[in-house]
């Protein structure tokens, strides 16, 4: 057993009583804006939610790993893949279903109508500027799927003077990457332009499959441009796409299977000062999710989610705090090979909300309402609030409502060898409560975040009647504990997080597959002039998979896949002030764990590159 999570809990314990009675000698920790909580701009000790970001700089030091990898570090996320670089891959946001996690990308959906996630394969991390992680059920801010929370991508920009950035990069697998861009802001100009390509020789996906090496190469390109009229007016436009091709292990070990799979977004926006205390914004914007599965060269099926959106937002400054006011419009359409009763829906939403704060006291509330085309409206609501008993201290309670449709495969699919639709499912519907206790200082953060999560109607794909998976509505409930720190002390930044939960299926008493009951990351950072080292644990207990056996209970037999505790190591060395090289490597000791049944994790690997950031 997987011990990690449980003796970390003791010692973090420890050390956040040893390191708050001692921050004098610590480096300040940067506070940061975030949108994605409230969908308006706020200091994050300033929040209810629970709240991150992924910086540009972290990102830089991931290196090698996938967008996935990277998320599956951070606090109450997991994740899992069949195979390596460019395969599907799921996450998990506080034990919930990859489904629930709503995926945006400069404000826009991406999530596919199909298999209802984002294709997060197809995201290089080259185009990303920094990520913003709200943990919780948010459709009373962002309607349907956002059950267990919302992934906020914002693709790189730039300030100041025209600056030029490029990278190239080469590891195991054959893995290259280059990336190449310019930004650039000035008082009425802002742009940035980036492209990249990856490509990696990749390794074979599956057991008992085809043993060639399953590769995966993508190209992408994303870019920003707006004019400024002044502060408080603005128009632009925001684009990014990613195409990008992998092959996979099928049904024969003989055959050679491939994914071609293109995803993009593009968008147009004005923010204006209609009022003083009257700022609008309008977005009207498309994303397109196309993939089209080879045999031997020949297409077979092809998928193509296309997305309409429109939103107006309005932020009106009040006497006491500040309230919100939006209007959205998304149009759904699926262009597929399948054979699919309906392959198109709109939802028209209408949103509201109001923060402020008096003396210690804070709160929040939002409500929602989303009318679906051929379905019963849904309303959702949350309701937030916080108490500061110190300059440093803070807790917090929030009750919150969720929905989530049911994708098009859940209802329609007919797809041999991976599953039959259900047209009787109902819409999943989440009821939250959470209660969170905050330490924050300028050289320390630190949080922990209890949460009861019931799901009803949870839409849960197995064996119930054969050998073909169907979905059916069950009764889920999820509960768990956050426990998260972050510090500065001097040369040293110091981060961890443990994750205890229990994702129950609530219809069998079983645990939910492919997630953990605990989870955990230490990561340790240290600056000497020109040098940079980095490590981090990341480790997880064991969870269950199902595979299909006709004599067993349910027609499936429940497998368990094994703990794991795995270290990356990563360096840098800073020839000038614009010119870098670096290290990484990952899985340092070669650990072999698995995510989903019969499919491989990369080995040990290693990435070496050169970085120009021009300043």
Same mark, same amino acid.
């Given at each position: 057993?997987?011990?990690?999570?449980?003796?970390?809990?003791?010692?973090?314990?420890?050390?956040?009583?040893?390191?708050?009675?001692?921050?004098?000698?610590?480096?300040?920790?940067?506070?940061?804006?975030?949108?994605?909580?409230?969908?308006?701009?706020?200091?994050?000790?300033?929040?209810?939610?629970?709240?991150?970001?992924?910086?540009?700089?972290?990102?830089?030091?991931?290196?090698?790993?996938?967008?996935?990898?990277?998320?599956?570090?951070?606090?109450?996320?997991?994740?899992?893949?069949?195979?390596?670089?460019?395969?599907?891959?799921?996450?998990?946001?506080?034990?919930?279903?990859?489904?629930?996690?709503?995926?945006?990308?400069?404000?826009?959906?991406?999530?596919?109508?199909?298999?209802?996630?984002?294709?997060?394969?197809?995201?290089?991390?080259?185009?990303?500027?920094?990520?913003?992680?709200?943990?919780?059920?948010?459709?009373?801010?962002?309607?349907?799927?956002?059950?267990?929370?919302?992934?906020?991508?914002?693709?790189?920009?730039?300030?100041?003077?025209?600056?030029?950035?490029?990278?190239?990069?080469?590891?195991?697998?054959?893995?290259?990457?280059?990336?190449?861009?310019?930004?650039?802001?000035?008082e009425r100009w802002k742009y940035s332009f980036q492209a990249?390509?990856?490509?990696?020789?990749?390794?074979?996906?599956?057991?008992n499959a085809n043993p060639d090496k399953d590769g995966f190469?993508?190209?992408?390109?994303?870019?920003?441009?707006?004019?400024?009229?002044?502060?408080?007016?603005?128009?632009?436009?925001?684009?990014?796409?990613?195409?990008?091709?992998?092959?996979?292990?099928?049904?024969?070990?003989?055959?050679?299977?491939?994914?071609?799979?293109?995803?993009?977004?593009?968008?147009?926006?004005?923010?204006?000062?209609?009022?003083?205390?009257?700022?609008?914004?309008?977005?009207?914007?498309?994303?397109?999710?196309?993939?089209?599965?080879?045999?031997?060269?020949?297409?077979?099926?092809?998928?193509?989610?296309?997305?309409?959106?429109?939103?107006?937002?309005?932020?009106?400054?009040?006497?006491?705090?500040?309230?919100?006011?939006?209007?959205?419009?998304?149009?759904?359409?699926?262009?597929?090979?399948?054979?699919?009763?309906?392959?198109?829906?709109?939802?028209?939403?209408?949103?509201?909300?109001?923060?402020?704060?008096?003396?210690?006291?804070?709160?929040?509330?939002?409500?929602?309402?989303?009318?679906?085309?051929?379905?019963?409206?849904?309303?959702?609501?949350?309701?937030?609030?916080?108490?500061?008993?110190?300059?440093?201290?803070?807790?917090?309670?929030?009750?919150?409502?969720?929905?989530?449709?049911?994708?098009?495969?859940?209802?329609?699919?007919?797809?041999?060898?991976? &599953?039959?639709?259900?047209?009787? %499912?109902?819409?999943? #519907?989440?009821?939250? !409560? *959470?209660? =969170? /206790?905050?330490?924050?200082?300028?050289?320390?953060?630190?949080?922990?975040?209890?949460?009861?999560?019931?799901?009803?109607?949870?839409?849960?794909?197995?064996?119930?009647?054969?050998?073909?998976?169907?979905?059916?509505?069950?009764?889920?409930?999820?509960?768990?504990?956050?426990?998260?720190?972050?510090?500065?002390?001097?040369?040293?930044?110091l981060r961890t997080s443990i994750d205890l939960q229990d994702?129950?299926?609530?219809?069998?008493?079983?645990?939910?597959?492919?997630?953990?009951?605990?989870?955990?990351?230490?990561?340790?950072?240290?600056?000497?002039?020109?040098?940079?080292?980095?490590?981090?644990?990341?480790?997880?207990?064991?969870?269950?998979?199902?595979?299909?056996?006709?004599?067993?209970?349910?027609?499936?037999?429940?497998?368990?896949?094994? &703990?794991?505790?795995?270290?990356? %190591?990563?360096?840098? #060395?800073?020839?000038? !002030? *614009?010119? =870098? /090289?670096?290290?990484?490597?990952?899985?340092?000791?070669?650990?072999?764990?698995?995510?989903?049944?019969?499919?491989?994790?990369?080995?040990?690997?290693?990435?070496?590159?050169?970085?120009?950031?021009?300043?």
């Amino acid at each position: 057993m997987n011990t990690f999570p449980l003796r970390a809990t003791k010692t973090l314990a420890t050390l956040l009583l040893v390191l708050a009675a001692d921050a004098t000698r610590a480096a300040e920790v940067i506070d940061p804006i975030i949108v994605t909580a409230t969908r308006q701009e706020a200091r994050s000790n300033d929040l209810l939610s629970d709240v991150s970001v992924i910086t540009r700089e972290e990102i830089e030091a991931a290196g090698q790993s996938s967008l996935p990898e990277l998320l599956g570090r951070q606090a109450g996320i997991e994740f899992d893949a069949n195979g390596g670089a460019g395969s599907t891959m799921s996450l998990y946001i506080r034990g919930s279903n990859s489904e629930h996690a709503l995926v945006l990308i400069d404000g826009m959906r991406i999530n596919t109508a199909t298999m209802g996630k984002a294709s997060l394969s197809r995201i290089p991390l080259s185009q990303i500027e920094r990520i913003e992680i709200l943990r919780g059920p948010a459709s009373s801010l962002y309607g349907a799927d956002a059950i267990g929370g919302v992934i906020q991508i914002f693709t790189r920009q730039g300030s100041g003077p025209a600056r030029f950035n490029a990278e190239a990069g080469y590891g195991t697998y054959n893995t290259n990457r280059l990336s190449a861009g310019v930004s650039a802001r000035n008082e009425r100009w802002k742009y940035s332009f980036q492209a990249a390509y990856d490509e990696t020789a990749g390794y074979s996906n599956k057991l008992n499959a085809n043993p060639d090496k399953d590769g995966f190469r993508d190209s992408s390109f994303s870019g920003k441009l707006a004019y400024q009229f002044d502060t408080d007016n603005e128009v632009g436009v925001n684009a990014f796409s990613s195409d990008g091709r992998n092959q996979y292990d099928g049904l024969s070990k003989t055959k050679d299977y491939r994914i071609d799979n293109s995803v993009s977004s593009y968008s147009l926006y004005s923010r204006n000062r209609l009022r003083p205390a009257w700022q609008s914004s309008v977005r009207l914007g498309h994303s397109i999710d196309d993939s089209t599965d080879h045999t031997d060269g020949v297409p077979k099926n092809y998928y193509r989610t296309e997305q309409d959106q429109v939103s107006w937002q309005n932020d009106i400054d009040l006497p006491l705090g500040r309230a919100l006011f939006a209007a959205e419009w998304l149009k759904q359409d699926l262009t597929t090979s399948g054979r699919y009763d309906k392959t198109g829906r709109t939802i028209s939403s209408l949103l509201a909300g109001w923060g402020a704060a008096a003396g210690a006291h804070r709160w929040q509330f939002n409500g929602r309402h989303d009318d679906v085309s051929g379905q019963t409206a849904k309303s959702t609501g949350a309701a937030s609030y916080g108490y500061q008993f110190t300059d440093a201290w803070r807790a917090a309670a929030a009750y919150g409502t969720a929905f989530k449709l049911p994708t098009m495969n859940d209802l329609y699919s007919n797809i041999p060898g991976m &599953g039959v639709g259900n047209p009787d %499912l109902k819409p999943e #519907y989440a009821r939250n !409560r *959470e209660l =969170s /206790l905050h330490y924050d200082t300028p050289q320390q953060k630190a949080s922990l975040t209890w949460f009861d999560n019931r799901i009803d109607n949870f839409i849960e794909w197995a064996y119930y009647a054969g050998a073909t998976k169907e979905p059916r509505n069950i009764a889920a409930r999820i509960t768990g504990w956050t426990l998260a720190w972050k510090g500065n002390y001097g040369p040293f930044s110091l981060r961890t997080s443990i994750d205890l939960q229990d994702p129950r299926n609530e219809t069998s008493d079983d645990q939910l597959l492919r997630r953990s009951r605990e989870h955990a990351s230490l990561g340790a950072d240290y600056q000497s002039g020109r040098w940079s080292f980095g490590s981090e644990l990341v480790s997880s207990g064991m969870r269950n998979d199902s595979v299909y056996a006709a004599s067993a209970p349910g027609r499936q037999r429940i497998v368990r896949l094994g &703990g794991y505790t795995l270290l990356n %190591l990563n360096a840098s #060395y800073r020839i000038d !002030r *614009e010119v =870098s /090289l670096f290290v990484r490597a990952n899985n340092v000791f070669d650990k072999q764990y698995t995510l989903v049944q019969d499919y491989f994790t990369p080995g040990a690997s290693v990435f070496v590159g050169i970085r120009y950031a021009q300043k």
